[in-house]
């Protein structure tokens, strides 16, 4: 069917128009509108053609959904709900819709002929954004604030499982065509496959460096689409992970993509108020429709099987019809220009000549350099090309410096690596390649070390101190596709074979197309010239300045005449500039205020950072810290600042602080009346030997891979969760509190390059809940890191000896699996290394626990951008009024004040009139306040005169029950509210804005209230204020043989205290549901148990379902994942003598069965009991 029949000429339609465009006109080429769909009272949501293209749903915030039928332009049906809608579905058989209903967090089914709604699904406890039906109509996929996607049962309405991993909203979901893979979309970055029958996750696909609010199968189920709010469209291959095309044309976030049927055409929406329309052969742009958008989740759809695209015009609220004319379209592709950019790193020790090599090759001559710590970067034309596509490929060598307090700093920039120059001394006789085994590991991090040559530099300066056969040998276990090769950057020996070389390891082929608008190229060209000036002094240079500089250039410049009608938008110059941040051309710095300036020269910022690093650790009290308040007021002599504008200099110390305080590799600490940035890497001091607090190591861990910053992070984050108070940090130590005594911490060993080992330890009176919250949040941040992770968990011989930590690490290393007993000498079978994984299935503490402390380090980066814009004001002044019992919550918010540079005035004598008064509201300081307490007896007089004065007086109020500042007649406080503890960071940002007198509103810091807020209610506002750690059962897998049912009865009674208490969760096969598939319930309880319990009798050795499926699965996964299965001897047989079970140790201790014990005189209850005890302990292990 045509269009022309699908929507006819109708007599009389003549709407109003709508964003100035009538039914029957074509704004652009291609493109004609045909109708116009109005009855929205409010925004409109995901909008959804019907499977069979007959009809159109619309959701609104105006809580209905509307039914269309798009040729009469009428609504058929207006399906009220209770809320805000989002996101609406049509079954395949276009019987029945299905929306969310944001009042009440559920799903909606509706019949859609009638109109009424059939069933709700209830299972999500925040908002729904994204709901989608399966191909075959049986299940649905639900995504949602509380970071699940949820899959129900279509026809019960039951949810059949919840799938985890996401760490902020679920923006979208999306089945692929032939319903094997689900894909969702979040606001943490990523987009996540997963299997559809098992739920299990497939992948994380990385790359977005903003939230991803739209993902897009294609036909072939291979690929996938996603649209970010980094303002690029990536197009993904499903399997490799990889991403395929980038396209960078959007000036701003782009909400939405939706595909033609036939996968020709992608449409996208964006909040540069345009709706593009793209060939998907060539990724070309053909047209442009102009259409404001006011909503967070707008939406476009194309028609199932005609070339009609829907869309929404007036500010959401209205939608419009077009139809495409694909033959005018295929000619109207827009210049577009597809380059990719590869990073080569030039990484080494130094003094290696890294420097004088970079140089060499990219200028052709030789020049002599001293040892630096900063960081620059060359194109080399030698290594460009252009690929068979057409595809400019443009190659930048990096050269990093090699120093060892400088690692922390450059080891940041080593994402994102195409290729690498691994350069060593290869005269040098103490150990040469040392230094490239660390940088090795650091490229690798926990994937595949990227294509790399590894170069022996300045052989012009001596004889090699190692034989090509051990070069080549190294080569080949780290896995150096490029082999070795010798240079000299002074003579030149070496090199054009280098460039040779270099060009055939750049995976050109492999590399992702950006496609991107001439306008682009041209600023990206024109900057990329500025840099270059040589007489320019200014390294800096603001938004309106580049304006000016690039219409200037093209009036002054021999062009086209068509080139002489170039225009651009703002927004289209700084996504380009953006752009040219990526690949890290330049850096867009904000000032305190919120003013943007483009820094030319990005490696002055790392230069300066490296000097910060070298300055902090020269600390004279081995701290590893500077001063923030004299840094930022630039007290300190940097080289990299000479000769710069005062302005210019603030601008980059805040630049370096905040990306210190981002990536977490320092925290603030207030000592006497100085506050400190300590970079945790750099402290010197050492664990005091009088402390003698008794403690015993736990778990450790081997990490290898980019380790440089992983000891810092861990110490930053697990300081700023609220379960673990950071109280000590030593030399390559830091400690925290859970409770009063109750002590944990870890430590790091660092003694091989490239490799860290991490031991928790904890105090005696640390409880095992406590324990495994500590170890469950240390892992949580460990695992997220890039790098291979392998964890030794302690061991224990049969005599209950804890073997030594090193031992068990050293035997591992050896390969060997097994060990002696240091204490009685016993042999002792070591478990398999566990390598590290992130369940799917993280507790609700445990998300919040991380969530708190990734809030509270956007807290700790925006309060420089506070004490950098007030750098030249004196400290604000106030005075806390509490009550004895807000003690322990006013000693922590003094801590937190002081830090953020706050003065506080503890007499109240000395109080002054410009001096802020806050008051900690609680129920109890009500009471002291109506009843003249003595505790408030030198406060009174203050806050009443402020009273009077209504200036300069804030009341906090610290638990709910407090209804409101009249109550104890503080009528003209501020409130602010401080119940919720998860909320804090954003609540104290607040309070410190007011005390620095910075409005709200104010350009550069509206942002950053905002961010704060969005990242809370995206991570935090599901999340029960009161949620405590909870401990992880032991899951205990019992096998026996039904003629055995009497003993398993009597030991499922013994373990119900312990099943009671959470400690563990045992299964059996009588607890398989009637109905449900027995074997396969067998096998997933064997594959998921922790323990496995052998009721051995010579029925059970005679079982043929025991012998031949469940115990060999069990002893395998005791070899392979270190699983621990216990025989316990209940009838007297001969189970010594047999091959699978002589090697384990079984229970009683003494191997005497339990039907031996008199059941009379309370034996057999005692055996039992012994049993239980052990597997207790056992479980406390786990735990």
Known sequence: MPPSEFLPDLPNYDPEPADGVRVGESPVPGLTLRRILRGHEDDIGRIAWSPDGSLLASPSDDTTIRIWDVASSRALQTLQGDGEINSVAWSPNTQRLASDN???????????????????????????????????????????????????????????????????????????????????????????????????????????????????????????????????????????????QMLEVHSGYVRCIALSTNDKWLASK???????????????????????????????????????????????????????????????????????????VLVGDSGVGKTGLGYRLAQNEFKEHAS????????????????????????????????????????????????????????????????????????????????????????????????????????????????????????????????????????????????TTVTFKRIKDYVLALKEQPDRKNVLVSPAELRVLLETSLETSEVSETDQVWTFTDAEMMTAVGHLENHGYVSILRSSAGEQSILLRPELLVGLAASIVLQADKHPRELGAINEAELLKGNYAFDELKGLEPAEQQLLL???????????????????????????????????????????????????????????????????????????????????????????????????????????????????????????????????????????????????????????????????????????????????????????????????????????????????????????????????????????????????????????????????????????????????????????????????????SKKRLLSLVLESKTTSASSHDLRGCKPGDFCNPSHYPVSLFDLVLNLYAIPFDLMGFAPLRESLHRQWEENLSQFAPDLTPTIKSLKVFISYAHKDEEFKDELVTMLASMQRQGIINAWQDRLIEPGDEWYQAIQTAMNECDIALLLVSKNFLASRFISDQEVPRLLQRRKEEGMRVIPIIIRQCMWSSEPILKDLQALPRDGKAVITFSEGNGDRDQAWADIVKALEKRAKEFQ
């Open 654 to 948: 805040d630049a370096a602080v905040l990306r210190f305080l981002d990536h977490s590799i320092c925290f603030r600490e207030t000592l006497d009346t100085d506050t400190l940035l300590i970079f945790p890497a750099l402290i010197k001091q050492k664990r005091p030997l009088q402390d003698d607090t008794p403690f015993s190591d736990d778990i450790s861990y081997i990490v290898r891979g980019r380790v440089e910053n992983i000891y810092a992070t861990l110490v930053v984050l697990l300081g700023y969760t609220p379960s673990f108070l950071r109280i000590n940090h030593w030399q390559n130590q830091a400690q925290y509190e859970m409770d009063a005594g109750q002590i944990c911490g870890f430590r790091m060993l660092a003694d091989r390059e490239g490799e860290i080992e991490l031991v928790l330890y904890y105090g005696d009176q640390m409880p095992t809940s406590g324990r495994t919250a500590f170890q469950t949040l240390f892992e949580q941040f460990l695992y997220q890191r890039e790098v291979e992770v392998t964890r030794f968990p302690p061991v224990l011989c049969e005599n209950h000896h804890r073997l030594e930590r090193t031992t068990v690490t050293k035997r591992s290393r050896e390969g060997k699996t097994f060990a002696f007993c240091e204490e009685c000498g016993s042999k002792v079978d070591l478990p398999a290394a566990q390598p590290a994984s992130i369940g799917t299935s993280a507790s609700s503490w445990l998300q919040r626990e991380e969530a708190i402390a990734r809030l509270r380090n956007t807290y700790e980066t925006h309060l420089s951008n506070v004490k950098g814009y007030r750098r030249q004001w004196a400290a604000p002044r106030c005075h806390l009024s509490y009550v004895p019992a807000q003690e322990t919550w006013a000693k922590i918010f003094q801590h937190d004040l002081r830090d953020a540079g706050i003065y506080l005035v503890s007499d109240v004598a000395q109080v002054q009139p410009d001096d802020y008064v806050v008051v900690l509201d609680t129920p109890a300081y009500q009471q002291a306040w109506q009843q003249s307490a003595a505790a408030l007896k030198d406060d009174r007089t203050l806050i009443q005169s402020r009273l009077v």
């Open 372 to 515: 630096t710590h900063g960081q620059q970067f060359w194109v080399i034309d030698e290594l460009g090309k252009t690929r068979k596509d057409g595809t400019q490929c443009e190659a930048v060598l990096w050269d990093l410096a090699g120093q060892h307090v400088y690692r922390s700093i450059h080891s940041i920039f080593l994402d994102h690596v195409n290729a690498s120059l691994v350069l060593f001394d290869p005269s040098n006789r103490q150990d040469p390649l040392k230094g490239a085994e660390f940088w090795l590991e650091q490229l690798k991090g926990n994937a595949q070390l990227p294509p790399s040559v590894l170069v022996g530099a300045r052989v012009d300066r001596g004889a090699p101190a190692l034989s090509q056969q051990d070069l080549e040998q190294f080569c080949q276990r780290y896995g150096i596709s490029g082999g070795y090769i010798s240079t000299s950057a002074m003579t030149g020996d070496g090199l054009p074979e280098l460039l040779e070389r270099l060009k055939a390891q750049i995976p050109w082929d492999e590399m992702t197309t950006t496609v």
């Open 102 to 244: 944001s009042s009440g967090n559920t799903i909606c089914l509706w019949n859609v002929a009638s109109g009424k709604p059939l069933q709700t699904l209830k299972g999500h406890t925040d908002i729904v954004w994204s709901v989608k039906w399966s191909p075959d109509g049986q299940r649905l996929a639900s995504g949602s604030q509380d970071q699940t996607i949820c899959l129900w049962d279509t026809v019960s309405g039951k949810k059949l499982q919840s799938l985890r991993g996401h760490t902020s909203w679920i923006q979208s979901v999306a089945w692929s065509p032939d319903g094997q893979h689900l894909a969702s979309s979040s606001g943490d970055d990523t987009i996540r496959l997963w299997d559809a029958t098992s739920g299990k996750h497939l992948h994380t696909l990385q790359g977005h460096t903003n939230s991803v609010y739209t993902v897009e199968w294609l036909r072939d189920s291979q690929r996938l689409l996603s649209a970010s709010a980094d303002n690029t469209i990536r197009l993904w291959d499903a399997t490799s992970g990889k991403t395929l």
């Open 270 to 344: 964006s909040s540069d108020n345009t709706v593009r329309i793209w060939r998907c052969d060539t990724w070309a742009c053909v047209a442009v429709i102009n259409e404001a958008s006011d909503t967070y989740d707008p939406s476009v759809a194309f028609h199932p099987s005609l070339p009609l695209l829907a869309t929404l015009g007036e500010k959401d609220c209205t939608i419009r019809i077009w139809e495409l004319d694909e033959s005018l379209l295929l000619g109207q592709a827009q210049k577009s220009v597809h380059y990719t950019t590869a990073k080569i």
